[in-house]
């Protein structure tokens, strides 16, 4: 589910997880939570805060340009 | 304002370019894991904006064509640890005997029940629901939720993120589901969804 199995494994879990009930059950709860989380959990970054962080680093760069010729 | 310290190999071109096109593009993803964190909106402006002044800070360690997202997660989780754990608004009343076990350092004890919770019942829950579920965990189980489930990070390098071995990024993951389900199976009942 998470993509972290082997393909050997992931091959022995498929070939198996129809033989069993709890197994497929369990599965299937888990992928339907993984992708209810993944459909519904996000939200974007305010644009007045990516405004505000850009203003501020540009600032900063701005200030070390300034300073940087003066010290070498 | 504090003047960040920078390598003097850094250009500020070299930092405006790497902001640009490796940084920026993971806003969204920075500020929902800070939301998610901090259950707090103005707080987690703060932590992503005091994250993108300590990447800046600190972005000399940063190699470009490398896992940006990564790097910029484990500085904002580093954040969150450091200045924002303590005051944050936590839900964490979370009873349940084996988050305790967790905490206690017993990370393979095996949770004590099964939530009873079914595939439909998710699929007909609404987003607000499922967001609330989330909320309601621990915050070191939220996160490893987030990191896995939202932003697909692999095992390893959530590893690498919450500076825990791979072993615990199994073992609190499956712990974590387990608590929300629990927490989603709460609900339903409540709901009489089940």
């Given at each position: 589910m998470d993509k972290e199995a082997t393909a050997e494994e992931e091959a022995h879990f498929l070939a198996n997880k129809d033989q069993c009930i709890p197994c497929q059950e369990g599965y299937a709860l888990e992928v339907s939570l993984k992708k209810a989380i993944k459909s519904n959990c996000t939200v974007s970054c305010p644009t007045d805060l990516f405004v505000r962080i850009k203003a501020k680093l540009f600032l900063v760069l701005i200030l070390i340009s300034i300073l940087i010729p003066l010290f070498c | 304002m504090d003047i960040p310290v920078v390598d003097s190999k850094i250009s500020p071109e070299m930092a405006h370019a790497i902001f640009q096109q490796e940084f920026f593009p993971h806003m969204d993803a920075m500020y929902n894991f800070a939301l998610k964190l901090t259950n707090d909106e103005d707080e987690a402006q703060d932590l992503v904006q005091d994250t993108c002044m300590k990447a800046y800070r600190f972005i000399h360690s940063f190699e470009p064509g490398t896992y940006a997202k990564a790097w910029l997660f484990r500085i904002?989780?580093?954040?969150?640890?450091?200045?924002?754990?303590?005051?944050?608004?936590?839900?964490s009343k979370v009873e349940f005997e084996w988050v305790e076990q967790s905490i206690s350092g017993d990370e393979d004890a095996e949770p004590a029940f099964q939530?009873?919770?079914?595939?439909?019942?998710?699929?007909?829950?609404?987003?607000?629901?499922?967001?609330?579920?989330?909320?309601?965990?621990?915050?070191?189980?939220?996160?490893?939720?987030?990191?896995?489930?939202?932003?697909?990070?692999?095992?390893?390098?959530?590893?690498?993120?919450?500076?825990?071995?791979?072993?615990?990024?199994?073992?609190?993951?499956?712990?974590?589901?387990?608590?929300?389900?629990?927490?989603?199976?709460?609900?339903?009942?409540?709901?009489?969804?089940?």
């Amino acid at each position: 589910m998470d993509k972290e199995a082997t393909a050997e494994e992931e091959a022995h879990f498929l070939a198996n997880k129809d033989q069993c009930i709890p197994c497929q059950e369990g599965y299937a709860l888990e992928v339907s939570l993984k992708k209810a989380i993944k459909s519904n959990c996000t939200v974007s970054c305010p644009t007045d805060l990516f405004v505000r962080i850009k203003a501020k680093l540009f600032l900063v760069l701005i200030l070390i340009s300034i300073l940087i010729p003066l010290f070498c | 304002m504090d003047i960040p310290v920078v390598d003097s190999k850094i250009s500020p071109e070299m930092a405006h370019a790497i902001f640009q096109q490796e940084f920026f593009p993971h806003m969204d993803a920075m500020y929902n894991f800070a939301l998610k964190l901090t259950n707090d909106e103005d707080e987690a402006q703060d932590l992503v904006q005091d994250t993108c002044m300590k990447a800046y800070r600190f972005i000399h360690s940063f190699e470009p064509g490398t896992y940006a997202k990564a790097w910029l997660f484990r500085i904002l989780k580093n954040n969150f640890i450091n200045d924002y754990r303590k005051k944050s608004r936590g839900p964490s009343k979370v009873e349940f005997e084996w988050v305790e076990q967790s905490i206690s350092g017993d990370e393979d004890a095996e949770p004590a029940f099964q939530a009873d919770l079914h595939a439909e019942t998710v699929n007909d829950m609404l987003g607000d629901e499922i967001t609330a579920a989330i909320q309601s965990l621990p915050v070191d189980f939220r996160m490893i939720i987030i990191l896995c489930d939202l932003e697909e990070f692999s095992y390893e390098e959530m590893a690498r993120i919450l500076h825990i071995p791979i072993g615990t990024v199994r073992s609190r993951l499956h712990r974590a589901r387990a608590l929300l389900k629990v927490s989603l199976a709460k609900y339903a009942k409540a709901k009489g969804f089940v």
